[in-house]
């Protein structure tokens, strides 16, 4: 699977934009581009994914550049509870190797 | 509710002593993994199970086993625990098709004395 690169930590004001950046230079044509974040100890949750198309749902949206070789996750209002650390994982559903690699994240402080 | 369940949620063991995790869904999902965390590593994928009877070794399987019985339940058993497997355990589920992501359990904090 293509690794990703994502800076170590953020800081974003409370009402603010949080826009969260990934590198997947290497990444696949049919591979998918998820987000998942985790909040302190708790299970990682299911933020968006997205192929090649921008996408957005009722939590974030998710740009993918046109070269798909990075993305970026946007937090249209953060709020304190948005602070997390935050996945980008890059990755295919087929008949074999189903490795879903977490990397370090970012860890995203929403300030007050 | 749709939900993935682990059990115990907190356990605190002596090495050796063999010991097992469950994992249960409530979703009929086909695939089913098994991840640990640990700090400064990130989560790390231990075992996956893309049907009943089906299963793959992750990056760092060396000291578990699991089995698949039936679609819903997912154990992950510790043989003879050691200290290095200490860590903070998370299941997930999947329907494992394109468009499908996991959904991740509330975690199994493990100490092995």
Redesign the interface.
Known sequence: DAKTTQPTSMDCAEGRAANLPCNHSTISGNEYVYWYRQIHSQGPQYIIHGLKNNETNEMASLIITEDRKSSTLILPHATLRDTAVYYCIVFRWGNYGQNFVFGPGTRLSVLP | EAQ?TQNPRYLITVTGKKLTVTCSQNMNHE?M?W?R?DP?L????IY?S?NVEVT?K??VPEGYKVSRKEKRNFPLILESPSPNQTS?Y?C?SSW????????????T?LTVL
């Open positions: 993935v695939y993994s991840y965390q400064g990130g989560l790390r994928q996956y893309m793959d992750g990056d903070l998370f997930a494992g098709r394109v468009t499908d992501t996991q959904y991740f359990g509330p975690g904090r």
